[in-house]
């Protein structure tokens, strides 16, 4: 049995996530999602909870035919222990994926197995722009699933997200 | 749809918690179970990691027919923040479940539906007594549910408590 | 012009702290009050936020001829650097006032000026004595100055104490 | 009895904030005022402490004919808790004031009532202007009332907003 | 070359560790001294700082031959992570030397080696007895290296330990 | 006798810091070099440990005919509390040296006795012109001590500082 690892901010959830799940699928028995800066929420770059995250990969993940476990990772800020962190965190797992450079050279200065994650397509599906189309409310429902979607919908995270980048832009609730 | 939250530390999962489980079962669509003190480990009041404890839960829960949500929770450290601590970390509910006083006072005190939750047979189940009888070996496998042993097993769970025993009171890296 | 500093965690502020204050007030033109352990609360040795017992605090003082300040001074767990704490959160004082012979330690090694605080009744006012009478909903109004108890009421205090009391010895929101 | 709750990091405290009160102070009867970011000081975007800020305030105050409350409020981090810090830090208020969009996005969701604070003159009155005054010594004196000039004067603020303004960009004490 | 890892909390550094650090020296060729509990001092369980205690540990081993690092490390509170704060913390070893369970276990879980460090006269000397006699002032001389004594005699270290001692049982500077 | 304090981030330690100590060393008996930002690593600004750097300065001092001692500090984000901080982990010093405006400022501030350093010649040597070198792998080698070279080869920093390099602006380890 082989387990994989693959963490993301997920802000939100999008294909580009999922198609790289479902191939880290084809070559592991059961797969750990690491929902990063699990204590970050209500600003531009992270603007939704890790619950409300956790909601839009349970359902996008319940669809395939595969064990997964999702899991929270409240930022540690201290990168020599980052590692030790996430596998306090996590199920036991044998394999890391990531394209993440530093992410990359952290497992491995640990001794533990990593690979590049499969890639998606960058241009049309990462974070940062989905959110941009987000606050102008135009051209982000094709990039997400129907699930991610609907969990949008429901929390009213389109006005949310508006709401957010009309703050001065340290993201923090203390007003000048 | 309802869902309900159901918070522990689950140092381990046993018996008790798989019944008030099932009895909560009985009342909503969907459970969370909250693993509390998630950052904590090794200790004599807290063994095993959140990713051990999630996939003692994980394991045990697939065999029910409900749809669940695993969510580590870090301590906070400070009560009044609390409530909205899990309420971001988890996905959305609409009651908590708990016999805790004071989780139940937090909880009252935030607005949030509170129901006193299912018993089970304490004098057999606690926590304490159980990781007691893991120091010794004797006793234990029938408190907890198969994939719970199975778990304990693949982690040498009973030499890791009685390593701990044998370290001082504080449970601390520290020796003197 | 002379100001004075004196500190305590008020859980409640009784008529022992007023009689304190009353005597410094002959002392020195200004009072700063600093409230300790302000992150606390809901527990059995802190039941109270700080912003309740800023409130009863504030509403004593009025009744006084003298200028004064209340400040809450979170817990920072290091005592190196706790005097540091306190004065960057403290308006300017002259003179600390304090019985703990470790605050006198370390406002000493410190290089600032602190005096023995006048003592008050310690049997009859001591704060464990008095939350353990609120407990038992008796005896602890006649301990406690008007405004303290008036707060205490609007905030169903007595309740509060009475919850938390049932709850284990941890004093934390995390059930077994 | 209607309470009214205002934040702010008041570096320093200026004529604008001074406005904003007076017009709160005539939708209700008491005012807390809550001094954001009061364990941060000594940088370029908060070169006073929370104790330096507190006295210019409370001076202020003193010479309006109104209840109010001055409540250092400590960072926390994780925009899903501040609403509960602030409340646990702060006398119970009914109406949050704010103009900062993620404020009143934070006190909304938390189901506080939270209204448009009164604007004051931005161009001429925002702290990063009156900063950037006090670093050429130049112009600043008019944009503050009488109290808060007295305080600066007293503390050398004039200087060590110079001192601070020579340092590196990171506004650490950490020298390369 | 070979590089050993000791860890203690040297409240304060006396004969025993001394001892256990020559028989260590016979095995290595350099010795890395871990200060634990680094950022706590001023309580009944760790009355000295970490500047302090480096100088005490220092001018011990300047008699010795043998190269050697004297390294403060802070508490993190959080046992999955304590291996890797304390290999970033200190110069790479070989094998870490301890005789608390808790310490050979985390290290044997993280791969690196670890032996049963040489015991000492436990009874005459844990740090406990120590700090007990020089509350009194009495008989703590001959159970600590000369350069210690000299250090506690430069810094009042009895006074200190006697005014920490009368303090209540926290430990902590926030008085009843 | 007269002991000087100086700290750095010492990312690499490199030949200007070096001249800078062998000044002070003629001012004073012994010497604390304190390692700022001691828990950062992986980093950019930050790509070494704590314990590498130790490494590094500790074989470049022994080199010097001068007590010293080697002093990681962690970083503790509040300015009003960092002298204390310091003064804590570190020997007692009489005289601190820095050239960084802020810190100059928190030590006089604190009344500790603080002097200029020395200069060195920061268009060659100042950090982050030698790290940009070290990305590339061109003309860093002159710029450092001989042991730093060494220290640098044995834990392949060239490779880390470049995996580093590749990745996103956070330096941070959660991947988009």
Redesign the interface.
Known sequence: MTRGFY???FQPYHKGHHQVIEQIAAEVDEVVVGI????????LQNPF????R??MI?KCLAEMDLVT????I????????????V??????FDVAY?????????FDE??INVRQSPMFDRDQL???NIRERMRQDEGWRELLPEPVVQTIKE?NGIT?IQ??A???AS??????
Chains 1, 2, 3, 4, 5, 6 share one sequence.
Do not use: K
Not at 36 to 43: F, K, L, M, R, W
Not at 69 to 72: G, N, R
Not at 87 to 92: N, Q
């Open positions: 963490i993301g901010r990063g800066s699990a204590d970050q929420s209500h600003t909870t890790a619950g409300e956790m909601m349970t476990y999702v899991v929270p409240e930022d540690i800020n201290r990168n020599s222990v980052w590692v030790s962190h596998t306090a965190m996590s199920p036991h990531s394209n993440n450079p530093l992410v990359i050279r952290l640990s001794g990462e974070g940062e929390i949310r709401h957010i009309d703050t001065d993201g923090r609730a203390d007003p000048e």
